[in-house]
């Protein structure tokens, strides 16, 4: 609840009246959100960058945050700057097993005699006698007075004393990481708004942040439509099916840093609609699925309207996924607006529609810097089919092999389905192919663009 209350309040700033006046901030770089535009279809690059454009405008400066236990701070997006707390490495430290040395001295090949020894763990010793050399281990810190650690391979030994295998010579720093090297005390060392993996989350404990403040996640409200909608326990009658983009998309939504609240089903009715939507609408970001397209129980549009939304668009030339809306409606209590995208019902479409277009958002909602679709480069190992006429962008399911052999690019290769609702197809895949809207067929062994899931 805090986190949303706290994305609420920086979306005020899109208010045209918002309470800190921020209105205009926002609209300044984004495009006007002119209804009468609401029936022109984009180009996937438009509405690209007109999501792009809100997503700017968005700040992450009212945004509700929480102090997490570093175990459980994967994926969240950290709120404060991590700065390093000492120097880092906090001591000269060896990276091998064998002898710290001057490397000038050691590099005369005469023989010297061990002084001493350091494991890691041990304080640091020294300084290091002149002529001698100091047995250290890997992360073991380097005594005063040496500039290099031989490796105990390099070496031969006779009784006590020892020297450098010739022709071999050692130059300064080399198996040494100097104290700092990595970091100085007080560094700012990661961002506002970085989402937090293994190595930030290793770094930040390597900094002594056994817990970090992290923004709340935003809460993402998930309003399914369809008469033909029942749940996943039910039973479905003739004509019936299971409901199966709620669960979904709250899987989507949760990998994509957000709280799914998944909202009752809404019937194809407006009493229905407007019911759900005006609960709906409270959420920090709002996705409905279904009722946007032009059948005569596509209700959704009506209904936003109803609420006063403004719509930033209302089609996009993509495949699956071309009836597509963005925009943004007011909430009950006056304050803000919600950013809302209607996205098609059927599954793939509403996969692939919020992978591009909601994904983003919602990482910008919940304060991350890297928000954003995820494409990679990838080769075809089979053609696409060669009747698909150009004129949209298609995102085509297809599966592709992440583990290639060296030097080579993931192979991939688009699945056959029957179609935007075909979830056992949808099921095989794990990327899609993203065909250019000139093209109307992609060769064997092109390479392609794909959009990870
Ligand atoms: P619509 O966008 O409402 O016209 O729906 C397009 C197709 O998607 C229809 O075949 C719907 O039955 C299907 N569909 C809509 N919503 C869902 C849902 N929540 N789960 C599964 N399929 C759906
Ligand atoms: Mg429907």
């Given at each position: 609840m805090k986190g949303a209350s706290g994305c609420r309040e920086r979306l005020s700033?899109?208010?045209?009246?918002g309470p800190r006046g921020r209105g205009r901030l926002a609209g300044a770089g984004f495009p006007s959100t002119i209804h009468s535009m609401s029936s022109a279809l984009l180009t996937y690059d438009e509405a690209a960058a007109r999501v792009g454009a809100y997503v700017r405008g968005l700040s992450s400066a009212g945004l509700g945050a929480e102090r997490v236990e570093l175990g459980h701070a994967a994926g969240r997006v950290l709120a404060q700057v991590l700065a390093a707390d000492?120097?880092?490495?906090p001591f000269g430290r060896s990276t091998r097993d064998g002898f710290a040395c001057r490397a000038e001295e050691i590099s005369r090949h005469e023989l010297l005699r061990v002084a001493g020894a350091t494991q890691a763990g041990e304080a640091p010793a020294g300084p290091l006698p002149l002529n001698a050399v100091w047995e250290i281990m890997t992360g073991a810190p380097v005594p005063a007075g040496a500039d290099a650690v031989v490796m105990i391979e390099h070496v031969e030994r006779e009784g006590e004393r020892l020297r450098l295998l010739p022709p071999r010579t050692m130059h300064g720093g080399d198996n040494v990481v100097a104290r700092g090297a990595q970091a100085r005390q007080g560094d700012a060392l990661l961002p506002v708004g970085t989402p937090l993996g293994p190595a930030q989350i290793a770094l930040a404990a390597t900094c002594g942040y056994s817990a970090v403040e992290v923004f709340a996640r935003p809460r993402v409200a998930i309003l399914t439509t369809g008469d033909e909608l029942v749940a996943v326990d039910a039973e479905p009658g003739p004509g019936q099916i299971r409901n199966s983009n709620a669960p979904m998309l709250a899987a989507l939504v949760a990998a994509a840093g957000g709280e799914p609240w998944v909202q009752q089903t809404a019937a194809d009715t407006v009493e229905s609609l407007d019911a759900a939507l005006r609960q709906a609408v409270e959420g920090d970001l709002l996705l409905i699925s279904g009722g946007v397209s032009a059948g005569k129980f596509d209700l959704v549009e009506p209904a936003l309207e109803r609420m006063r939304a403004r719509f930033h668009?209302?089609?996009?030339?993509?495949?699956?996924?071309?009836p597509l809306v963005f925009g943004e409606v007011p909430r009950r209590d006056g304050r803000g607006l919600t950013p809302f995208f209607g996205l098609p019902g059927n599954p793939i479409s509403s996969a692939a529609t919020f992978l591009l277009f909601g994904a983003p958002v919602l990482g910008a909602l919940g304060?991350?810097?890297?928000?954003g679709p995820r494409f990679a480069l990838a080769q075809l190992a089979k053609e696409t089919d060669k009747h698909a006429k150009p004129g949209l962008t298609r995102f085509l399911p297809a599966r592709a092999k992440?583990?290639?052999?060296?030097g080579q690019l993931p192979q991939v290769e688009t699945v056959h389905w029957?179609?935007?609702?075909?979830l056992a197809a949808f099921a095989r895949s794990n990327c899609f192919v993203v065909v250019p809207e000139e093209t109307s067929r992609l060769d064997e062994g092109a390479i392609v663009r794909i959009l990870l899931m």
């Amino acid at each position: 609840m805090k986190g949303a209350s706290g994305c609420r309040e920086r979306l005020s700033h899109f208010a045209p009246s918002g309470p800190r006046g921020r209105g205009r901030l926002a609209g300044a770089g984004f495009p006007s959100t002119i209804h009468s535009m609401s029936s022109a279809l984009l180009t996937y690059d438009e509405a690209a960058a007109r999501v792009g454009a809100y997503v700017r405008g968005l700040s992450s400066a009212g945004l509700g945050a929480e102090r997490v236990e570093l175990g459980h701070a994967a994926g969240r997006v950290l709120a404060q700057v991590l700065a390093a707390d000492q120097d880092q490495p906090p001591f000269g430290r060896s990276t091998r097993d064998g002898f710290a040395c001057r490397a000038e001295e050691i590099s005369r090949h005469e023989l010297l005699r061990v002084a001493g020894a350091t494991q890691a763990g041990e304080a640091p010793a020294g300084p290091l006698p002149l002529n001698a050399v100091w047995e250290i281990m890997t992360g073991a810190p380097v005594p005063a007075g040496a500039d290099a650690v031989v490796m105990i391979e390099h070496v031969e030994r006779e009784g006590e004393r020892l020297r450098l295998l010739p022709p071999r010579t050692m130059h300064g720093g080399d198996n040494v990481v100097a104290r700092g090297a990595q970091a100085r005390q007080g560094d700012a060392l990661l961002p506002v708004g970085t989402p937090l993996g293994p190595a930030q989350i290793a770094l930040a404990a390597t900094c002594g942040y056994s817990a970090v403040e992290v923004f709340a996640r935003p809460r993402v409200a998930i309003l399914t439509t369809g008469d033909e909608l029942v749940a996943v326990d039910a039973e479905p009658g003739p004509g019936q099916i299971r409901n199966s983009n709620a669960p979904m998309l709250a899987a989507l939504v949760a990998a994509a840093g957000g709280e799914p609240w998944v909202q009752q089903t809404a019937a194809d009715t407006v009493e229905s609609l407007d019911a759900a939507l005006r609960q709906a609408v409270e959420g920090d970001l709002l996705l409905i699925s279904g009722g946007v397209s032009a059948g005569k129980f596509d209700l959704v549009e009506p209904a936003l309207e109803r609420m006063r939304a403004r719509f930033h668009f209302t089609g996009v030339r993509i495949q699956p996924g071309k009836p597509l809306v963005f925009g943004e409606v007011p909430r009950r209590d006056g304050r803000g607006l919600t950013p809302f995208f209607g996205l098609p019902g059927n599954p793939i479409s509403s996969a692939a529609t919020f992978l591009l277009f909601g994904a983003p958002v919602l990482g910008a909602l919940g304060g991350s810097r890297e928000a954003g679709p995820r494409f990679a480069l990838a080769q075809l190992a089979k053609e696409t089919d060669k009747h698909a006429k150009p004129g949209l962008t298609r995102f085509l399911p297809a599966r592709a092999k992440f583990n290639p052999p060296e030097g080579q690019l993931p192979q991939v290769e688009t699945v056959h389905w029957h179609g935007s609702g075909d979830l056992a197809a949808f099921a095989r895949s794990n990327c899609f192919v993203v065909v250019p809207e000139e093209t109307s067929r992609l060769d064997e062994g092109a390479i392609v663009r794909i959009l990870l899931m």
